[in-house]
């Protein structure tokens, strides 16, 4: 019976349709954090439940799943080749790639597609990146480089180098994909012979497991020279967040991203199939963070005007969850050893706000629970806003120029504020901060009716 494989803590789980994933081991997959907040959201009485699969039994339980109803699958390692014989049909860029990760309901049994190829090409273009008429170089010659190779030519890529230290693989690969698409625009190679690639501008997509583990170095070639060719990179590793190899891009100032956002994505796809619903970037972002915070830890943003309570609302809301407090204009005076207004007056506003995003990006990074007081001008840069919302659920608290005007005239501490007349500055500044705080914010909160202690009761209750 299928019910003997679920997983333990998913036994009693209760729900009018159910969707799951067939895998083995298959434990801690994140899978359910996507499809139970999309059903939620879409208001779809349904449970996503992971079942772990004996190898042998994997025919009987796609067959029992179809017969009992379920709405839809996704088949994890190591499963997607298997899992194709246990099939009624087969969409062709899954037989092209020889996996399969999504079932979908069809007459007579379950079809077959594979959601990580689109899902990649998604998360890319959700990131401001683009393969089309890119050169890429690929690292990697296993299942998941057929998935990004295949992608790469069907989203418009003009020449993919496959580089593997065993070039047979890495020219069977390529063979394959030039022959599926009719071209000759794969190109292996062995990482013994790298330099053989022409010095260019390249994406590079990294689909090897170096990186997964604390001592691992950089994917396939140890040469810093080769990565200065990238102009974007991608390294299919989520956890850890950040791999060697995106350490060095993000060194050497190259945009790139690791790979929850192709989980996220290939989730979404599934789910659309399944339901027919169509996700919105603003629930795909929900989704996103519910990701984030399940692996990275939960980050709660309090963001505003100077003067607005961030500090004593974050402590309070620090105190309450256990939860790290960072304030990140005394981090970045503690760090530094100086005052905000001497940083100002040593370094100029634009450093400090460079600072401001320096520390940002490095708070993505760190796997714990944070409640985060933001300074008053650090939404306002466009590459924060992003990072806010990479960080976790962005609070607002919001009040008006008379309040804040009665909290910080005579406050030295505030080099903005240090004029003739500060509480015309403040209006002037609110009604340019307040529409991008709004942008920015996943909840607005008026801090003027309530206490702080209240405040951050509301936030909690919220989050």
Same mark, same amino acid.
């Given at each position: 019976?299928?019910?003997?494989?679920?997983?333990?803590?998913?036994?009693?789980?209760?729900? +009018?349709?159910?969707?799951? @994933?067939?895998?083995?081991?298959?434990?801690?997959?994140?899978?359910?954090?996507?499809?139970?907040?999309?059903?939620? *959201?879409?208001?779809?009485?349904?449970?996503?439940?992971?079942?772990?699969?004996?190898?042998?039994?994997?025919?009987?339980?796609?067959?029992?799943?179809?017969?009992?109803?379920?709405?839809?699958?996704?088949?994890?390692?190591?499963?997607?080749?298997?899992?194709?014989?246990?099939?009624?049909?087969?969409?062709?860029?899954?037989?092209?790639?020889?996996?399969?990760?999504?079932?979908?309901?069809?007459?007579?049994?379950?079809?077959?597609?594979?959601?990580?190829?689109?899902?990649?090409?998604?998360? /890319?273009?959700?990131?401001?990146?683009?393969?089309?008429?890119?050169?890429?170089?690929?690292?990697?010659?296993?299942?998941?480089?057929?998935?990004?190779?295949?992608?790469?030519?069907?989203?418009?890529?003009?020449?993919?180098?496959?580089?593997?230290?065993?070039?047979?693989?890495?020219?069977?690969?390529?063979?394959?994909?030039?022959?599926?698409?009719?071209?000759?625009?794969?190109?292996?190679?062995? *990482?013994?012979?790298?330099?053989?690639?022409?010095?260019?501008?390249?994406?590079?997509?990294?689909?090897?497991? @170096?990186?997964?583990?604390?001592?691992?170095?950089?994917?396939? @070639? #140890?040469?810093?020279?080769?990565?200065?060719?990238?102009?974007?990179?991608?390294?299919?590793?989520?956890?850890?967040?950040?791999?060697?190899?995106?350490?060095?891009?993000?060194?050497?100032?190259?945009?790139?991203?690791?790979?929850?956002?192709?989980?996220?994505?290939?989730?979404?796809?599934?789910?659309?199939?399944?339901?027919?619903?169509?996700?919105?970037?603003?629930?795909?972002?929900?989704?996103?963070?519910?990701?984030? +915070?399940?692996?990275?830890?939960?980050?709660?943003?309090?963001?505003?005007?100077?003067?607005?309570?961030?500090?004593?609302?974050?402590?309070?809301?620090?105190?309450?969850?256990?939860?790290?407090?960072?304030?990140?204009?005394?981090?970045?005076?503690?760090?530094?050893?100086?005052?905000?207004?001497?940083?100002?007056?040593?370094?100029?506003?634009?450093?400090?706000?460079?600072?401001?995003?320096?520390?940002?990006?490095?708070?993505?990074?760190?796997?714990?629970?944070?409640? /985060?007081?933001?300074?008053?001008?650090?939404?306002?840069?466009?590459?924060?806003?992003?990072?806010?919302?990479?960080?976790?659920?962005?609070?607002?608290?919001?009040?008006?120029?008379?309040?804040?005007?009665?909290?910080?005239?005579?406050?030295?501490?505030?080099?903005?504020? #240090?004029?003739?007349?500060?509480?015309?500055?403040?209006?002037?500044?609110?009604?340019?901060?307040?529409?991008?705080?709004?942008?920015?914010?996943?909840?607005? /909160?008026?801090?003027?009716?309530?206490?702080? *202690?209240?405040?951050?009761?509301?936030? /909690?209750?919220?989050?």
């Amino acid at each position: 019976m299928l019910v003997d494989y679920l997983v333990e803590d998913n036994k009693n789980v209760t729900a +009018k349709e159910y969707m799951g @994933i067939f895998g083995n081991p298959i434990k801690h997959t994140l899978s359910p954090v996507i499809h139970d907040t999309l059903s939620e *959201a879409f208001g779809i009485d349904a449970k996503y439940v992971p079942y772990q699969i004996p190898v042998e039994k994997l025919d009987a339980a796609v067959k029992e799943a179809y017969t009992n109803g379920m709405l839809g699958l996704n088949i994890t390692v190591p499963f997607k080749q298997q899992v194709m014989e246990s099939l009624v049909d087969i969409d062709p860029a899954a037989r092209a790639i020889g996996a399969v990760n999504t079932l979908v309901r069809g007459a007579g049994g379950f079809v077959g597609y594979n959601t990580d190829m689109p899902g990649l090409a998604r998360a /890319i273009a959700s990131e401001g990146l683009k393969l089309q008429n890119s050169k890429v170089i690929l690292l990697g010659a296993g299942g998941a480089a057929r998935a990004v190779a295949y992608m790469c030519l069907k989203y418009g890529a003009n020449k993919v180098y496959i580089i593997n230290r065993t070039f047979e693989n890495a020219k069977k690969l390529a063979d394959d994909m030039n022959a599926c698409f009719m071209c000759e625009k794969m190109i292996p190679v062995s *990482a013994a012979d790298y330099k053989m690639i022409p010095k260019d501008s390249y994406f590079m997509l990294q689909c090897t497991s @170096i990186g997964l583990h604390e001592n691992d170095g950089l994917p396939l @070639i #140890d040469d810093v020279s080769f990565y200065e060719m990238a102009s974007a990179g991608v390294d299919l590793i989520y956890n850890p967040a950040k791999t060697p190899f995106l350490c060095l891009l993000k060194k050497l100032g190259i945009p790139c991203m690791n790979g929850l956002k192709m989980l996220l994505y290939q989730g979404i796809m599934a789910y659309e199939l399944w339901t027919g619903k169509e996700v919105s970037d603003t629930l795909s972002e929900k989704v996103y963070r519910n990701l984030c +915070k399940k692996i990275y830890g939960d980050k709660i943003v309090l963001i505003g005007y100077m003067g607005v309570g961030k500090t004593t609302i974050g402590k309070h809301i620090s105190e309450e969850y256990g939860y790290k407090f960072i304030d990140t204009d005394a981090l970045i005076e503690q760090n530094f050893n100086m005052k905000i207004p001497d940083i100002f007056e040593k370094y100029g506003e634009m450093r400090f706000r460079e600072m401001e995003t320096e520390l940002l990006r490095t708070l993505t990074t760190k796997n714990e629970n944070y409640v /985060i007081s933001t300074g008053g001008g650090l939404p306002l840069r466009e590459e924060n806003q992003k990072l806010l919302k990479k960080l976790g659920k962005v609070y607002y608290l919001q009040a008006d120029a008379d309040t804040i005007y009665s909290r910080v005239k005579g406050d030295k501490s505030r080099p903005l504020l #240090d004029c003739e007349d500060p509480y015309n500055k403040i209006c002037s500044m609110l009604a340019i901060r307040d529409p991008k705080y709004r942008s920015v914010a996943d909840e607005c /909160i008026d801090v003027t009716q309530n206490t702080p *202690a209240e405040i951050a009761s509301k936030i /909690i209750q919220n989050n």
